[in-house]
């Protein structure tokens, strides 16, 4: 069983900075598509980024130019930088893999706590 385990997040004032990391159990080259998701209070969860194993990556239009998605194959680790960060980040990121064939992300880590204050 795949376990994905988030950590970084924390408590930030807007227009800091932080990296969260999703480390893996198993050698991330087995998944084809590899992404963070988030979920606000009273929201629904939404995507945030994803990125491929040609490392091809799409962003919400809330986080363009602002978030970079990454991943290192080498430490089996997910990474999203997120600088310039507003209030309306705030939520539980989730990291999430999807392995080739899959039509979904199959794999979910169990979130990790963005606050970020006004």
């Known amino acids: 069983q795949v376990q994905l385990v988030e950590s970084g997040g924390g408590l930030v004032q807007a227009g800091g900075s932080l990296r969260l990391s999703c480390a893996a159990s198993?050698?991330?080259?087995?998944?084809?598509?590899m992404g963070w998701y988030r979920q606000a209070p009273g929201k629904q969860r939404e995507l945030v980024a994803t990125i491929g194993s040609r490392t091809s990556t799409n962003y919400a239009d809330s986080v363009k130019g602002r978030f970079t998605i990454s991943r290192d194959n080498a430490k089996n680790t997910l990474y999203l930088e997120m600088n310039s960060l507003k209030y309306e980040d705030t939520g539980v990121y989730y990291c999430?893999?999807?392995?080739?064939?899959?039509?979904?992300?199959?794999?979910w880590g169990q979130g990790t706590q963005v606050t970020v204050s006004s």
């Open positions: 198993v050698s991330i080259i087995n998944f084809v598509t």
């Open positions: 999430a893999a999807k392995r080739w064939g899959d039509p979904v992300f199959g794999s």
